[in-house]
């Protein structure tokens, strides 16, 4: 009987740490867009709802390398963006603020983000390639 209740707690323990371990954030719904003009001043938002988008981004954003150090830019992001994620229909959105320096020179971007489980990252070309094309329209 003792080994029976020993297997229940394990496997239940199990299933909880492979479910924690999964979290993920949930569905990408909409993303806002504020690009910066020359002279550092916001244009008007655009909100990209299209699925295939929606999806692109998403999968560039997975591919955010996170390091938790601060990273000084002597000038305004190139671009904000807020992502809206459901989780559950009955509940509202959440939204992650990222702030976009776009790397010319090496064709990188640096992210930062108000996440607490993110501050800067960087982003491969490739990735960053992808950002430009949907959030520089």
């Known amino acids: 009987m003792k ?3 020993n297997f229940t707690f ?4 199990i299933v909880l740490l492979v479910g924690c ?14 690009k910066m003009d ?3 001043n916001h244009n008007e938002a655009i909100m990209i709802t299209d699925n ?4 692109l981004l ?3 954003f997975k591919q955010i390398k996170w390091d938790d150090k601060v990273v000084n830019i002597d000038r305004k992001p190139d671009v904000e963006t807020t992502l809206f994620y459901t989780f559950d229909e009955n509940m509202p959105e959440r939204l992650v603020e990222y702030q976009i ?3 010319e020179n090496a064709g990188t971007a640096t992210i930062g983000s108000n996440n ?5 990252g960087e982003l491969d070309k490739d990735n960053t390639n992808t950002l430009k094309n949907i959030l520089l329209k």
């Open 101 to 103: 320096w776009f790397n």
């Open 10 to 13: 394990l496997l239940v323990f």
């Open 3 to 5: 080994k029976i209740i």
């Open 38 to 40: 020359t002279e550092e």
């Open 21 to 34: 371990m999964r979290e993920e954030k949930g569905q990408l719904i909409r993303v806002d867009v504020q």
């Open 58 to 60: 998403r999968e560039a």
């Open 52 to 55: 295939e988008l929606l999806e």
């Open 116 to 120: 607490e489980n993110e501050s800067y």
